[in-house]
């Protein structure tokens, strides 16, 4: 039995049932902004407004995730319109990735923060309590390195749940680090 699966242009793959759509972060946000005043009936309308009103919806984004760090009392774009022109993102913030993305350790302890499956079939599940706990031996052992805020830390690590701990560590204190993934290299 043959079935056709060809689909007409501009059609939709997938539609979320409605308790999907009812539940999802988007139309918590979209309710979210009608109790501000700005008043998007659909996402169409909702992404028209992101891109007209750039600085208005980062600033929204910036306080219904409730980031932590320091937002200043800059604009949310200085410069020109792309990167190459001085385009700076909240330019007057301060922010750290690691709080952030860890955040999640004192609410929700033993939620699964990674996923992990190897190439060679293993899989590992890492929760957020072991995440952070793993982010925090890092910064200890880089304090104990003598690594301080300003400094910069580099590492090659394969792209395994140690790697993402190895990312944020350096970031809680000030320190910067950066990824250079071993797969991102030209082809051999």
């Keep these: 039995m043959s079935r056709d ?3 007409s242009e501009g059609a939709p793959l997938w539609t979320p ?10 139309t918590h946000f979209t309710h979210w902004l009608w109790d501000r005043g700005v008043l998007t009936e659909s996402y169409d309308e909702l992404w028209r407004w992101s891109v007209t009103e750039i600085d208005a919806f980062w600033d929204a984004i910036w306080e219904y995730f409730e980031v932590v760090g320091h937002r200043g009392d800059g604009p949310v774009r200085t410069g020109g319109p ?10 007057g913030a301060t922010l750290n990735y690691a709080a952030n993305a ?31 706990l793993h ?4 910064r200890a052992g ?8 300003g400094d910069r830390v580099a590492a ?7 790697r993402s701990s190895a990312s944020w560590r350096p970031r809680p204190s000030g320190r910067s680090g950066r990824r250079a993934r ?7």
């Design 82 to 91: 792309l990167p190459v022109d001085g385009l700076r993102w909240f330019p």
């Design 102 to 132: 860890l955040r999640r350790a004192g609410t929700a302890p033993d939620d699964v923060a990674i996923v992990f499956r190897s190439e060679a079939g293993g899989h590992r599940r890492l929760s957020y309590r072991e995440l952070s």
């Design 135 to 138: 982010v925090a031996e890092v």
């Design 182 to 188: 071993p797969t991102s290299g030209p082809p051999r």
């Design 142 to 149: 880089l304090a104990n390195l003598g690594v301080g805020p």
């Design 17 to 26: 049932p409605e308790d999907v759509v009812a539940n999802a972060r988007v």
């Design 5 to 7: 699966h060809r689909v």
């Design 156 to 162: 090659y690590v394969p792209n395994i749940p140690r």
